[in-house]
């Protein structure tokens, strides 16, 4: 029961995050004031995570 909650909540964590990339993308490509600090902090976090 804990592993399929463990995995249920990996899953949504990950989800949220392809559409925060997928959102940063579309933000920088339509010219929106908040993507290009988005997108640096997105770019930051990856890359501190790892």
Do not use: D, E, H, Q
Request: aromatic fraction near 16%; charge should be positive; include cysteine.
């Amino acid at each position: 029961m804990a592993v399929n909650t463990y995995l249920v909540l990996l899953f949504i964590i990950g989800a949220l995050g392809v559409l925060a990339w997928f959102g940063a993308i579309w933000g920088v490509k339509t010219g929106r004031r908040w993507a290009r600090p988005t997108w640096t902090m997105l770019c930051a976090s990856g890359w501190v995570s790892r």
